[in-house]
């Protein structure tokens, strides 16, 4: 028989194919809607999986501009001259930098522009003392000192440029705007501090290259002048709404500039600006680390989760009442952290302070904990290697079990996640979902394939089968076709053979429409008890039925059960035939033989016409079973295997050792008597035993008096032969079988 084509394993290899070139787009032109998406869910499972991470020193801390900064201190919030005294405080516990996290675009307006103007260029020069009280010097006065105090009030950009200057560690923050087209052509001058030290073309990566700004907002000039450094601001929310990178540079007007949180590092590492950057590359150079850069030149952040970084309230850096040690020394990053400012949703946090990033980028490349992400090769051979097992499922000795490849599959992918995990808690990011969608997807189309084919697959089997076996066995192939070896096989198996005895002259009475309702008649309840039976048909040989037990679907038992079949095939003939006696129809005998063996079985005969049958000396001895029994008048005999193999279920006696047509040995034959509790008389075995003793004379009286014993009239009258004519010297107490 021609071997069908494996259609789920071609089809699996033929999505591999396609779905690689999906993944290459993917990586390397544009993102297949969802990917993404899928992938930054995968991100926040191991992040929330591996926990939030304490940081590696206290070296970073923020001071938030928290609710109870709002209560006891609001001028902090609504004026220059507040955020002027937060700097003052920070600076007097001699922190070694001040981060801000937010910028001073604008001048600070409490007047109306105009007003304001004019109080500025009054002459509010106050005396020192007071004229006299109720004079008009003095109401000139009161309105001079007045306006004085206005005066100040409105001069809080100064003030704040002043504590900037003073303390000499003062960090702005600057905005990036993205857009197409040309930037604008102008850099605040302190921004200067922000820009990446040297800077090179790397000619690839365009996927890596930075994103490109049109405009920045920056603190004004004449308030970021004494600042000590700068950075961006800038955050990537993904399109989910959850933020996990950070850019590492930015292209403005030309230039490239650094966030603010690694211009902190520099500035802890005492290498402010020393950067080497190469547009497009997988790294940028900073203080002599190499930070790992991801899409868009930005920085995978290792999370550490809300509460890890030290924290300290506004309100008691300006009370005073913060311990020294908590900020001495320290990188502080000062913003907004009350209810309703400035949150972010974070892998690890639904609701985090944006000061938290820039925080978090200063302590992730100080300890060298930025996330490494794993390159594009790395996420093809994880793609490659998921589809070479959901392929390898569609094997035939696999796919035998319908649950196997998805199983299959199932277990790569919890291998790969793993995998994938662990690494992720050393630091690296392997793309967990595309490999996993890619996988997904040709065993999605694997298993189409073999939907698709296995209708048809069925249907063959079926018509191969149902000719043979029962609607159960039938269906138990069809659930694992395996069991139905086809092509052939040696195999140990139970063979029946029955047949009408004297059916040729017994037909020959008979017209041939009433021959094939009579044969329809037997052959039904016949056939019908070897497959309730799990048996198969084998075939009909004329008036005979030839069936095994064993295939195509393995049965221990299979010797019991031909047994228990031939008996009710006995049994089934006696009703039979009280129901023709009653029609006036003429009753009939039948032999039967059993025979268990190794025989050849599968699909015999050509590609254009086989049957599935058994072949072999075995097979041949049953079908000489079947003649003998008409021999010694017995209904049905087996061979000495299918006794043992049979067990305690059934009862036989052993009635003679034949060697049958066309076999050089001899064998053992049997009557099978019945089931088990069924009476034995012993003087046969007596019997028999001095007939091989070649006392025949015995043996005869012996046999003669069972009465109405068919197999026992048949060795009297061969002992009295032998008995007259004795057989020669080296008789072996064989029979030969006179015919067929």
């Known amino acids: 028989m021609k071997r069908a084509r494996n259609v789920p394993f071609l089809t699996a290899i033929a999505a591999t194919i396609a779905v690689l070139g999906l993944l290459a787009v993917h990586l390397w032109m544009t993102a297949l809607p969802g990917l993404d998406a899928l992938e930054g869910l995968s991100i926040d499972a191991r ?48 922190v070694k930098v001040i981060a801000l996290d937010l910028f001073f675009s604008a001048p600070e307006v409490i007047l109306p522009d105009e007003l304001t103007a004019r109080v500025r260029a009054a002459d509010v020069a106050a005396t020192p003392e007071p004229p006299a009280a109720a004079t008009a010097e003095h109401q000139v006065w009161v309105l001079q000192q007045l306006l004085a ?37 102008t850099e605040p001058p302190q921004l200067v501090f922000a820009r990446h030290g040297e800077v090179a073309d790397a000619g690839g990566g365009g996927g890596r290259r930075p994103i490109h700004s049109v405009s920045v907002e920056f603190t004004l000039p004449e308030i970021a002048h004494g600042a000590a450094g700068a950075g961006a601001l800038n955050t990537f929310r993904d399109p989910d709404s959850v933020t996990r990178r950070v850019p590492l540079a930015i292209e403005y007007g030309g230039r490239h500039y650094m966030p603010l949180g690694l211009a902190v590092a520099l500035a802890e590492l005492g290498k402010s600006g020393n950067t080497l950057y190469l547009v497009g590359d997988d790294v940028l150079v900073a203080g002599g680390r190499a930070l790992p850069i991801g899409k868009a030149a930005s920085a995978s952040l290792d999370m550490l989760g809300r509460g890890q970084l030290a924290r300290v309230s506004a309100a008691d850096v300006l009370a005073g009442t913060a311990p020294k040690s908590a900020l001495a020394g320290k990188l502080v990053f000062a913003g907004f952290t009350f209810a309703s400012a400035d949150k972010i949703t974070t892998p690890l946090d639904a609701i985090a302070d944006g000061v938290e990033l820039h925080a978090t980028l200063t302590e992730n490349v100080l300890a060298g904990r930025l996330m490494k992400l794993a ?19 569609q094997l035939r000795r696999i796919r035998r079990r319908a649950w196997a490849p998805p199983i ?18 050393h630091g690296t990011i392997v ?18 394939g073999g939907l698709a084919t296995e209708g048809r697959e069925k249907a063959n089997l079926r018509n191969v089968f149902s000719r043979y076996v029962s609607k159960t066995v039938v269906d138990r192939i069809l659930a694992d076709p395996s069991r139905a070896k086809l092509g052939g096989e040696r195999k140990e198996l139970t063979v029946l053979f029955s ?42 040989i004329g008036d005979a039925v030839m069936a095994i037990w064993a295939a195509p679907v393995d049965v221990p038992d299979h010797a019991a059960r031909a047994c228990e079949v031939a ?32 025989m050849a079985v599968g699909n015999m005969g050509t590609a254009a016409r086989f049957d599935y049958t058994v072949l072999g000396d075995q097979v041949n001895l049953g079908a000489r079973l079947e003649g003998l029994t008409k021999e010694y008048g017995v209904g049905i005999l087996v061979t000495e295997a299918t006794v043992r193999a049979a067990g305690p279920a059934f009862v036989f006696r052993e009635i003679d ?22 009476p034995v008389d012993t003087r046969f075995a007596e019997a028999l035993a001095a007939y091989r003793k070649r006392d025949f004379a015995a043996a005869k009286q012996a046999f003669a008096v069972l009465a109405d014993d068919p197999v026992a009239e048949t060795m009297a009258e061969r002992c009295a032969v032998l008995a007259e004519q004795p057989p020669p010297g080296d008789w072996d107490g064989v029979y030969d079988q006179r015919a067929k």
Request: hydrophobic share 45%.
């Open 408 to 425: 299959a599959a199932l277990l790569g992918i919890a291998t790969y996640c793993v995998i994938a995990f662990v690494m992720f808690e």
């Open 47 to 94: 992040f929330r999986m591996r926990g939030p991470r304490a940081p590696e020193s206290d070296r970073v801390v923020i001071v938030g501009l928290d609710d109870a900064t709002r209560e006891r201190y609001p001028e902090v919030f609504q004026t220059r001259r507040g955020w002027a005294k937060l700097i003052r405080a920070l600076s007097r516990y001699d």
């Open 567 to 598: 008996l009710r095939m006995q049994d089934a003939l006696v009703a039979l035939n009280k129901k023709w006696t009653a029609e006036g129809k003429p009753q009939i005998a039948i032999g039967i033989g059993v025979n268990t063996g190794a």
């Open 149 to 185: 105090a206005i005066a100040e009030e409105l001069r809080g950009d100064e003030t704040l440029a002043a504590a900037i200057a003073e303390s000499k560690r003062v960090y702005l923050g600057a905005f990036f705007r993205q857009g197409k087209g040309p930037a604008e052509d």
């Open 657 to 678: 050792l034949v060697r049958v047509k066309g076999r050089a040995g001899a064998a053992p034959v049997y009557e099978l008597l019945g089931r088990v509790g069924k």
């Open 375 to 393: 390159g594009p090769g790395t996420t093809i051979l994880a793609t490659l290697g998921l589809c070479a097992l959901v392929i390898a499922a």
């Open 431 to 448: 793309a967990v979902a595309a490999p996993i969608a890619m996988g997904i997807v040709v065993l999605v189309a694997a298993t189409i």
């Open 499 to 540: 047949d009408i005895r004297g059916f040729s002259s017994f037909s020959e009475g008979m017209g041939p429409e009433a021959l094939m309702s009579f044969l329809g008649e037997y052959l039904t309840p016949m056939t019908e008890l070897v497959l309730e039976s799990g048996g198969t048909l084998d075939k009909y």
